[in-house]
């Protein structure tokens, strides 16, 4: 399985925020970082790709097959995002948030298999806890890790997380990007990822992406991303690659000395 995009363009009125967006074959297992500074247009990739938004044009191909074609209902099936913040309007628990996001891709008919599934998909995101606890009562980290568990529930092919370590702590950033990493190699999906942290990006992806002014600026490993003087100019910070005493890369940034 692969994913690959051609062409995307995509408008607000008179502003062009993706121009002719082009990103190569990603593979299965793969897991991917899309850096980029604020107003980049990572947001309005995710949703063009799931289609949330409309593109003026795009050629999306998964699996061979362009998925611009397919009805949205469809396209859900195989493409899931994750916003960077979840809203419900609708007084559920937990639990029966993560099983209602399930039954929207199949049959409404609750069998004991869903409830398992959902029993399943709590316990490996340690939110077993939370199962009947109010879903507008969460904290924001909470709730991020109940709107990852709705996605993860439905086994799609690709998954497009928007900032998904945002409202949560250091602790829970390094267990959940473990916790994503590992999913996307066992079930041999695509999951890419718009990061702030850098070096959560090194740590934990095998491919980056770097996304200004709508237009791919560098693509390829982290090694190679993350040592082109092209990063600090995207971000407006110097930069340097560095390695840790275990071996890990990291990115030492510094502001850029004032005129």
Not at 207 to 231: D, T, W
């Amino acid at each position: 399985m692969s994913l690959s995009i051609k062409n995307l363009t995509v408008s607000y009125g008179a502003n062009l925020v993706l121009d002719q967006l082009c990103i190569s074959e990603l593979k299965a297992g793969s897991f991917v970082a899309l850096l980029g500074p604020n107003a980049a247009g990572k947001s309005t990739l995710f949703k063009a790709v799931s289609g949330l938004i409309k593109a003026q044009h795009a050629e999306v191909y998964l699996e061979g097959k362009n998925i611009l074609s397919y009805s949205r209902t469809e396209r859900a099936k195989l493409i899931a995002y994750l916003p960077q913040s979840f809203y419900t309007s609708l007084a559920l628990s937990v639990f029966e948030s993560v099983l209602l996001a399930l039954k929207q891709q199949s049959s409404w008919r609750v069998r004991t298999t869903d409830t398992l599934k959902v029993a399943q998909m709590l316990e490996l995101l340690n939110i077993s806890h939370l199962a009947d606890k109010d879903v507008s009562e969460l904290s924001g980290g909470q709730k991020q890790l109940v709107a990852l568990s709705r996605i993860l529930v439905v086994e799609p092919k690709v998954i497009l997380l928007d900032e998904p370590t945002s409202a949560l702590d250091l602790h829970n950033q390094l267990s959940m990007l473990t916790l994503i990493k590992s999913l996307t190699s066992s079930r041999g999906i695509i999951t890419v990822a718009a990061l702030h942290d850098v070096n959560l990006a090194a740590k934990f992806c095998d491919h980056l992406i770097l996304l200004n002014k709508g237009v791919i600026q560098a693509e390829g490993k982290p090694s190679e991303v993350l040592a082109m003087p092209l990063l600090g100019e995207t971000y407006q910070v110097s930069t340097s690659l560095e390695y840790s005493a275990r071996g890990d890369l990291y990115v030492d940034a510094q502001l850029l000395a004032s005129a």
